[in-house]
């Protein structure tokens, strides 16, 4: 497989850059895997490999010993199919539809203003270029490919373990070169619902858009240690003080993308009693200042603006925030 782009000429394993490559062209947001799931079912059919798939979706592709490897034990190579699909709103680019563009800046690869999709494209690439080289000898290999990893380990949590006859396994996700991890503490959930009186707000009630932006975010768990402004928070931080000068209503609240990513945007809407317009953008003006303050090393960037509205008369909603 040639590698098709001057971003990538010269690279090697060439096949391994082949691979990954062309899956920055595939959608594959968690829970959509299905464009990538058809990729990889393509090129196990034209090998001649078989490819079982379980209720969850994960996929499992036995590959046989090179010659000599035979009675090796057989070993399952694990990575995830699907990717963290970040984009900055401002770029054309994005993940969730196939439209990744690389850039080479030194010896790291990046996306333009997108998540690269590393995690864990550089596992099912690896795997792919592995059953590809014919010089690197193996024992039995099974590839299993799982569904929904950043979302709660989804597919992990469905795998049907009949499909494996193997009993060590290494997990290609890690964030480390050279680090090999053999225990792990897990992850925590949390959801948490509020139920409150509803009521459509009063007609000539003043309707504001407060819009957080300008975050770096970053990953949850990576980044989630240097600082950086979380969106939902500061929206949340901003409104409480808004509200001890001005008492408003939520109408709506909504931010964040994805749920293992520091949420960069968010914005809520807002009414209050027309002729305390004043009195609201002073007060958010003053936490405006207080916030961007207390980011100015980590997130200087972060900004929080209010617009008037349309006259949309829904009844007050929150829709999920991603908390992280």
Excluded: Y
Excluded at 38 to 59: C, K, M, P, S, T
Excluded at 297 to 321: F, H, M, N, Q
């Amino acid at each position: 497989m040639a590698v098709e782009t001057t971003v990538l000429t010269g690279l090697e394993p060439r096949s391994f850059w082949a691979h990954f490559e062309a899956l920055t062209r595939i959608p594959r947001p968690s829970r959509n895997e299905e464009p990538v799931i058809e990729h990889v079912r393509a090129w196990a059919a034209e090998r001649g490999l078989e490819v079982r798939q379980d209720a969850g979706r994960n996929l499992v592709i036995p590959v046989a010993a090179t010659a000599g490897r035979e009675a090796a034990p057989t070993l399952i190579l694990q990575g995830h199919l699907d990717m963290v699909c970040e984009r900055d709103p401002a770029s054309p680019n994005d993940p969730a539809e196939g439209r990744i563009v690389l850039r080479r800046d030194g010896d790291w690869l990046t996306a333009d203003g997108t998540t690269l999709g590393a995690d864990d494209g550089v596992a099912i690439a690896a795997m792919m270029a592995l059953v590809e080289e014919e010089a690197l000898a193996h024992g039995p290999l099974e590839l299993l490919m799982t569904v929904a990893e950043e979302v709660g380990l989804e597919g992990a949590n469905a795998l049907d373990g009949s499909m494996l006859t193997g009993s060590t396994l290494i997990n290609l996700d890690s964030e480390e070169d050279g680090v090999l991890t053999v225990g792990c503490a897990g992850s925590t959930d949390t959801w948490i619902r509020i139920d409150a009186p509803r009521s459509a707000p009063e007609a000539e009630a003043l309707k504001l858009d407060v819009i957080v932006r300008g975050g770096q975010g970053g990953h949850s768990g990576m980044e989630i240690a240097v600082g950086r402004s979380n969106a939902i928070k500061v929206l949340g931080r901003a409104l409480r003080e808004v509200h001890a000068t001005v008492p408003f209503r939520l109408v709506s609240l909504d931010g964040g993308k994805s749920r293992n990513a520091i949420p960069r945007d968010a914005h809520a809407l807002v009414s209050f009693e027309a002729g305390h317009q004043a009195a609201f953008s002073a007060a958010l003006g003053s936490a405006t200042e207080t916030i961007r303050d207390a980011f100015s090393k980590t997130d200087p960037g972060v900004t929080i603006e209010a617009t008037e509205a349309d006259g949309s008369t829904s009844l007050p909603s929150c829709r999920p925030a991603h908390l992280r």
